[in-house]
């Protein structure tokens, strides 16, 4: 949150220094989800959503896909999916979102595109996701 410091500043998770329980982790993280946090500046800032493509690393969880359906988002280009999607839920979080018409597109990039982008990837939760190959 805004004038919080993030838990990579601090060096230990907010929510596992209370010792909240992993159900609902997210009710006591200070942080929130990349696709959270763009609906949100978007709408601060007065740009509309509605047929846009949103870009991500990682397939959007469930609550951040209904996020971005409400907001008017029309596809979704993914590199990875979920962490923690099986495939009978990989299946059934797709429909979801193909109900919705959204387009779905995954992504796979090359070592180049990866060394290239990586210069613009320097914190701590963007290097944990550049695999080295």
Known sequence: MPG??????EG??????IKAPD????????????????IALAARSGIGLEGATAYFTLFPCYVCTKLLVRAGIREIV??????????????????????????????????EDKKWFEGFLQDDTSRRRLKSE
């Not at 919080?4 to 500043?9: G, I, R, T």
């Not at 230990?12 to 220094?17: G, H, P, T, V």
């Not at 159900?23 to 763009?38: L, Q, T, V």
């Not at 962490?83 to 979102?97: G, I, L, T």
């Open 4 to 9: 919080l410091p993030h838990c990579s500043d």
């Open 12 to 17: 230990i998770c907010y929510r596992r220094s």
């Open 23 to 38: 159900h609902g982790k997210y009710d006591f993280c200070r942080s929130i989800h990349a696709e959270a946090n763009a």
């Open 78 to 111: 993914y590199e990875i999916g979920y962490e923690s999607w099986n495939q009978e839920r990989d299946k059934h979080w797709k429909e979801v979102a193909e109900g919705a018409n959204i387009r779905i597109r995954e992504v796979r990039l090359s070592k």
